[in-house]
């Protein structure tokens, strides 16, 4: 799915579009966590400084994710492309694909 794709979730038929999303390379590039705050700041246009409240640790185990999806150590990444992990933070719907994309989806109005 690419940026300003939308879809429906099932579990409440609300409707999603990607606003930003940032690619995660568990093997060369920062943490899940600094990903997931840079591409909800990407968002909501705003420095990455300013993405604070609340913490990203009481919206999710970060950790289990990235060990869920890449693996526990960088030699062990297991890269289920398949695989994805959807919370919401900061009003936003946080998608982590097995493939590294991180996708921030915000509600559409109709």
Do not use: C
């Amino acid at each position: 799915m690419s940026s300003g794709d939308s879809e429906i979730s099932s579990d409440d038929m609300t409707e999603w579009e990607v606003v930003a999303q940032r690619l995660y390379e568990p093997e060369t590039g920062p943490e899940l966590t600094t990903m997931v705050i840079k591409a909800v700041a990407a968002a909501e246009d705003e420095p990455v400084t300013e993405i604070k409240e609340p913490p990203l640790y009481e919206a999710v185990d970060i950790a289990a994710v990235k060990d869920a999806l890449f693996g526990s150590t960088p030699t062990d990444a297991r890269g289920m492309t398949d695989a994805n992990v959807t919370f919401h933070y900061r009003g936003y719907r946080i998608t982590v694909r097995g493939d590294g994309w991180v996708q921030v989806s915000d509600r559409i109005d109709r």
